[in-house]
């Protein structure tokens, strides 16, 4: 420790992961890959790998108990560990769970939490192994790690980007961004008249989008039935805009994102419009949707393409020639995250 002090603003997540990490050197001839993408993969013979990945959600941070049933939220933190296996390519096959609780919560609400946890694991067909239970000051924190395990040949990374490779999507995008916007507006409204029922009609989708996202673990198995094999992919979490830097980042190539290519479902963009804001914007720097973007070598475009469940929305160019969003009237700007 020296007496100069950095504040975490200046470096942000990513950078400080990198900073924390970067004097660690992998040991072990098992470990194929640590930190740097979706899950750490491990050899474990036989040209298998095991594939396993963590997250840590944090009451008023990741969720806010106010509008989240604790039953979805145990169904949500599962399916956002599966996500990352399904972001190698990989099937889950265990989930460990650690919850610190403040005495606010009773027997019966962590009932419910695990009863969410349940059914997603039934979803998935992952067993519970194990995980920790301790007290917290403050609310509550659930660490899940999620283990997968798939062939060593089929694990996709984030790395494997050429130029040329098409950029896909798979199911629609901003609806789980939308939905948390329409559930913090009712919770203001709530706040300063709780005599007002909160007017959620209509927002079925988007609210499911946010509340109960899925894996695209039907995906993974889709690639398969195809015989597609990804060339790269990450999950969408954080946004658009941000997975695709990673990917071009991890791969070194550069991209061409078309806006008039990007899926938004119509409830989606109907609500962002009532919002006053770009349905693009929110596809873009929303988050939390959980589909699964990657690419694809230029061979496999037909069987990507006949496919409902894939939009090609780009393609990878030189890293030298940087990477843009192309907007609806063809301009080109800047892809910033
Ligand atoms: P994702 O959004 O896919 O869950 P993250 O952005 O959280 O991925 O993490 C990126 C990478 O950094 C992953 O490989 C993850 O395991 C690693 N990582 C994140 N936080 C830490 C940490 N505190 N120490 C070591 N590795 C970390
Ligand atoms: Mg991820």
Known sequence: MTDKRTEL????????????????????????LGIGDDAAVLDTGNQQCQVVSTDLLVEGVHFDLTYMPLKHLGYKAVAV????????????????????????????????????????????????IGGDTT?????????????????????????????????VVSGDLGGAYMGLQVLEREKEVFKTNPNIQPDLDGHDYILQRQLKPEARLD????????????TSMIDVSDGLASEILHLCKASNVGCHLYDEKIPIDAKTSMVAIDFNLDPSMCALNGGED????FTIDQKDVELIQSNPNFSIIGHMTNAADGTYFIDKSGSAIGLLS
């Open 219 to 230: 995906v993974v198995r889709y690639l398969k039935e195809l015989g597609v094999k990804p």
């Open 135 to 167: 007290s917290s000051q403050s609310g509550l924190l659930i660490s899940i790690t999620a283990i997968g395990v798939g062939r060593q040949e089929q694990i996709t990374y984030r790395s494997g980007a050429k130029e040329y490779d098409l950029l």
């Open 9 to 32: 603003a200046d470096l942000g997540e990513f950078k400080l992961i990198e900073q924390l990490t970067k004097s660690f050197q992998n040991k072990q001839p098992e470990t194929l």
């Open 290 to 293: 959980y589909e699964l973007l």
């Open 81 to 128: 560990n599966v996500s990352d296996i399904c972001a190698m390519n990989a099937t889950p096959k265990q989930i460990t769970v650690s919850i610190a609780v403040s005495n606010r919560f009773s027997v019966e609400a962590l009932e419910e939490l695990y009863a969410g946890i349940q059914t997603a694991c039934a979803a998935y067909e992952a067993d519970l």
